[in-house]
């Protein structure tokens, strides 16, 4: 059953926000864990303890918060993406990856939880392709993804993930 909560808006409130915070389904929220006004947070979301969200932050599903970390206003959390503990995400958690740090770095695909949860190797591969290309190569975010379009295809997981880089707003962790 997902929640919806009016937020107040003006005067310490949410302006421009919508004055709705939702929540999903199926999350786990750890002691402490503090959700502001006109967050968007997905299903089977975990927030360890004392994770924090500022206002009008957007955590997709599956994705996981770890203990002590902040998440600044506006930014996006993406689909599986895991924000190590103790982490201060600034700009965009892409979806798929280790984030973490303070600053918070993106240190690539999270492997590990993809094989727990039952990706297939070719599809973890392609993954792996399109980060090594926007993480290691030699090349701009633009080139990157231009790169990942041609070359990797067939994947709806990299096709998220590219979508992802595309409708940032405040840009995406590197």
């Known amino acids: 059953m997902t929640c919806s909560i009016l937020t107040p808006t003006g005067p310490g409130g949410a302006s421009g926000g919508g004055g709705v915070t939702r929540i999903g ?38 994705a996981n918060v770890g203990a002590y970390s902040g998440v600044h206003q506006y930014c996006r959390v993406g ?12 700009k965009d958690a892409p979806p798929f990856a280790i984030i973490q740090g303070n600053h918070a770095k993106c240190y690539g695909l999270n492997r590990v939880g993809m094989k727990r ?10 993954l ?10 030699k090349l701009n975010t633009s080139q990157a993804l231009e790169k990942i379009k041609n070359e990797i295809t067939d994947c709806p997981e990299v096709d998220r993930l590219v979508e992802f880089y595309e409708t940032s707003k405040r840009g995406v962790v590197k």
Do not use: P
């Not at 895991?82 to 600034?90: D, I, L, N, R, T």
């Not at 792996?128 to 190569?137: D, F, T, V």
């Open 79 to 90: 689909y599986e993406a895991f924000v190590g503990g103790y982490s201060v995400v600034v």
């Open 117 to 126: 949860r039952g990706y297939s190797k070719e599809t973890i591969e392609k």
């Open 25 to 62: 389904d199926d999350n786990l929220f750890m002691a402490q864990a503090h959700v502001a006004h006109d967050c968007q947070i997905g299903s089977e979301v975990i927030m360890a303890n004392a994770a924090t969200l500022a206002g009008h932050v957007e955590i997709a599903d599956r």
């Open 128 to 137: 792996h392709r399109a980060y090594h290309l926007l993480l290691s190569a």
